[in-house]
């Protein structure tokens, strides 16, 4: 048996970072705590952001400082303070594309916890605050992603196609067409070369009290017979009923 997943695109906490750049710095002491914290050195760049935030009376810079503690956090999995200290860095700043920025962190780190209605409203922030930024392929579908898990489909679609039009040839622009076909997600209990095995497979479910049924999909030209049951609008609805089946079929996946 072959199981057969569309992936739903939640990454680790490994995976937050990436493109995260910290901004040039006005100050000689934050500069140097970017300059730790481009060479690795976390709890020193951490340790600098915080002796500013500690004793700067002006304020001026206390966003970009901010905004390096958060970073340098993020890097140490201290996720819980790097989200308020990016909530920080919004609140003292007026630079757009730090405030972009730290939108968007908040919206991976929402993202990688599941919390996906959090996740879409930080990621749309991000995109109202720096119009002028080019939004990065990840967030679009990541935000496409989160309205989907939390029951919006419709509203998905704009972030979906603006990532396939911007990004034609990627992974994620692929991931994306596919998404594109879909409105709800299911239960899937297996994936099957033929129908026959796919069908013996239904009525053993049936035999246990789950109900199921087989649904073709072709890919690359080569055919799977998906056993799947159910239908529901969000993902936190889906992962319940996963909870509830898992009992009496241990492999069952959610797939949208």
Not at 7 to 18: K, M
Not at 74 to 96: F, G, K, M
Not at 225 to 253: C, D, E, H, N, W
Request: net charge positive; hydrophobic share 45%.
């Amino acid at each position: 048996m072959r199981k057969w997943m569309f992936g739903l695109g939640v990454l680790t906490a490994a995976g937050l970072i990436s493109g995260c750049a910290a901004p040039p710095s006005t100050t000689t002491r934050l500069t140097s705590g970017y300059q730790d914290y481009q060479q690795g050195q976390f709890m020193a760049a951490e340790n600098t952001a915080r002796a500013f935030i500690a004793s700067d009376t002006s304020g001026q810079n206390l966003g970009e400082a901010y905004y390096l503690a958060a970073i340098s956090e993020e890097h140490q999995d201290e996720l819980a303070l790097a989200a308020r200290d990016y909530r920080s860095a919004i609140d003292h700043s007026q630079r757009a594309d730090l405030q972009g920025k730290s939108y968007k962190a908040l919206g991976d780190i929402s993202f990688i916890q599941a919390r996906f209605i959090q996740a879409a409203a930080d990621y749309r922030n991000s995109l109202t605050v720096d119009p002028s930024a080019t939004p990065d392929q990840r967030m679009l579908y990541r935000l496409g992603v989160s309205l989907e898990n939390s029951g919006h489909w419709n509203a998905a679609r704009q972030y979906l196609d603006q990532l396939i039009a911007a990004f034609p040839n990627s992974q994620l622009s692929k991931n994306a067409l596919q998404r594109l076909s879909m409105n709800h997600f299911s239960l899937q209990f297996g994936a099957w070369n033929n129908a026959p095995a796919a069908w013996r497979q239904v009525a053993a479910l049936k035999a246990r009290g789950v109900g199921a049924f087989v649904l073709p999909h072709t890919l690359a030209g080569h055919t799977l017979f998906l056993v799947q049951g159910g239908v529901y609008m969000t993902y936190s609805a889906a992962m319940a009923a996963r909870s509830a089946a898992a009992g009496k079929a241990p492999q069952v996946i959610v797939v949208p």
